[in-house]
DNA sequence: GAATCGTGGAC
DNA sequence: TGTCCAAGATT
């Protein structure tokens, strides 16, 4: 395996250089402005897979809706649900509400200081562990994320696969010995400032970059071979038909469960061709053959009887990270409020279905039909 | 270890 | 429109 070895003394001029471009081009952000671990451990869990200017509004909201430890772990979960509306990987959410609650009952608000101790809460894995225990409590360990797997392995010509869970490892202890014992976490947040501006993933700009010297690859004009990373499958195809019923008490909606993903959040209802035909062989049907199946379906399990008819135009589609949705609308208008003994889900007046937390998917669907309402009524 | 889990930006 | 990418953790 490719490693470039690097001695005390070059290791020591590393720290100082790159430490010395952090100070002076070090970005400014909200969760940098002191060293709090709940506000440094806020930020990390909402910069997992997500962009930096993303997060930042997100970020000033969430810490004025719950600024601290304690208003989280008491926090209504529709509030931070709404809260995280629109971040994506919504579990991250819930999971960060349980260690507050972890950390208000189990540690009586101490936090545990080291990067070991830390990954006892729920949510806090290896990298955002070994974060916030460098930022806020100064451990001299490495946080290897996606920049420093970018960032080392081109530096030191690591060509381990960074899709396969054991090269962290490998790359924690190549990197171990770098980490500045003085200032970890700014050693850390310099390599992630690195990794998002000279040594990016696409439009790097190695023969700029405050560490150019100390990069092996772009000596070798092999900056683009690293890292090495082995491609994922293409989300698979899911076909579904959103129900848009709509009643003199409001439009139907219901709740995620938590064996659901998007769980806890609000949809019109969604069924799959699997929901209609339980068994193993999926035939192929026609649009008005699936229409009648779900009204069957109604009848039958829901004591709810409607006509659907098709909404023209083209279907929502929606992209999750293994999946793609592309949803076919379905519209029904009753006379009165059904009753919903059977049906788990709930009339809410149009204007309060906005107020509920909803993923991207159901946000399409509001807007399909409102424009399609809006052309009726011309 | 592989599969699962969202969204927005860049090209 | 399609593809890849972005401060990962859980099961």
Redo the contacts with the bound molecule.
Sequence with gaps: MLMEKWSTTTIADFRRTLLAWYDQEG?D?P??HDQDPYHVWV???M????????VIPYYQRFMAAFPTVEALAHAAEPDLLKAW????????AR?LQRAAQQLVTDYHGQWPRTAVAL?D?????????C?IASIAFKEVVP?V???AF?VFARLLLIDADI????TRQLFFDAIHPIVDPQRPGDFN?AV??L??SYM????SDPAHSPVRRFDASYRDNRVLDFPV?T????P?LIPYYGLLVHSPAGDLVVQRTSQ????G?WTYPLVTKADLQPDEAPEPTTLAADITAIEQRWAQDYHLAVTFQPLGG?AV???????RWQVKLLVAEVSSALDLTYFPGEWVPREQVKALPL???QEKMMQRWAKSRSAVNK
């Excluded at 729920?122 to 955002?128: D, K, L, R, S």
């Excluded at 491609?231 to 293409?234: A, D, L, N, Q, T």
């Design positions: 970005r952000l969760w940098r930020s990390e869990i910069l997992q897979q997500t962009q930096v200017n993303t509306q629109g971040l994506g990987y919504y579990s991250r999971n990954q809460l729920v949510g806090i894995g290896p990298y955002t562990a974060a946080a994320d996606g920049n970018r899709a396969q869970p054991k947040q992630m400032d990794g998002s990016t993933a696409k439009n990373k491609k994922k499958p293409r698979k659901q993903m998007l769980t959040y083209q589609s929606q992209t999750y990270t293994h999946q993923p991207k998917v």
